[in-house]
């Protein structure tokens, strides 16, 4: 027995799930998402594409996510940081940091945001969707993916100790066999470690199958779902039947869009508005399920920061927690949300395998 059973583990070390305050389970310090990029139809001589981000290009991204290169990456330690300053100042304790292989995941930059700014970091391990996959994942087995979450968790990343402390954002999308492999992987480290596991999927409306599918892929192999959280199911609320089919299982269901307000050109994707998160939010807390529920901006685009006009990390701290009240929430289901919920996760339980 190691002693992270019972403990969450940042960037700088283990800490006490006492220690832990208000978190956003799922944002991006630094990310790079150009392997994402599209050009778009109109964009004919890729000037849009090529670009630097500006006012301009952020309200066009807002609607063609991927269209602009430059929106897609950020690497600036010094806004980094301011922008972590803000959500600090309005009373943030953790960040969830989900930036996996793949999208550029830098454990030293990492290091030193949660260093300047106090502010608790975890950071992920394992990969993310397909078209982000590096060259060299092809030659990886199955038991090798493992072994090297394993060994991120406890031993530390590229050679620098510092050690992830959850898994995820595993990327799936549809998904494909690259994707099953990485998320059977991702879930067998889970047992192996006792970690949290946060998988991105990808909400299509009218195939409920393929959520159900990644949780008996995940179940399969030993994972935990009382201990795996399914991002970026803030779309699901319009089919509350299916939100608690996953919630019978046991799983977490995240709402990590808070600030996306855009339409999007794949209308059946576009977003909802903070509103109606709320609202949904209040539902579940309604049907006891506010245990089951985690909240984040999921910042992964340079126009969401407070630097470049968006909503920052410190949205839902600043304006959006006032809002679970006025939908009805009790102040400690308020706190099951922003802590409670974050404790229990990240903290570490006996490995299973
Ligand atoms: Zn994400």
Known sequence: MTDRVGRIQTVLGLIEPAELGPTLMHEHLFFDLRPMHRRAEWDIDGSFA???????????????????????FVDDEATVIEE?????????????????????????????????????????????????????????????????????????VDGTGIRAGHIGEIGTTVPTERELRSLRAAARAQARTGAHLNVHQSYVPGNRAIQHMLADTIEAVGGDL????????????????????????????EYDEFGYESTNRAWDRSSVQDGVRVRDIARLAEAGYVGQVTVAHDVSFKRMQIANGGWGF???LERVRDGFRWAG?????????????????????????
């Open 50 to 72: 090529n670009a630097p981000a500006t006012p301009a290009t952020h309200a066009r991204s807002r609607w063609d996510w991927f269209a602009n290169i430059d929106e897609l």
């Open 84 to 156: 972590v300053r803000r959500f600090a100042a309005a009373g943030g304790s953790a960040i969830v940091d989900c930036t996996t292989v793949g999208l550029a995941r830098d454990p030293q930059a990492i290091r030193r945001v949660s260093e300047a700014t106090g502010v608790h970091v975890t950071m992920g391990a394992g990969y993310y969707q397909d078209r982000c996959l590096p060259a060299a994942f092809d030659a990886l087995t199955e038991d090798q993916i493992t072994d090297e979450i394993v060994r991120d968790i406890e031993i530390g």
């Open 226 to 253: 009382t201990r795996t959280v399914f991002s970026h199911m803030d779309r699901t609320g319009q089919d509350p039947e299916q939100q608690l089919s996953l919630l019978r299982r046991g799983l977490t269901i």
């Open 314 to 316: 410190s949205h839902l």
């Open 329 to 353: 929430m009790t102040d400690r289901e308020i706190e099951m949300l922003f802590v409670d919920n974050p404790r229990r996760l990240l903290t570490f339980v006996p490995p299973t395998a």
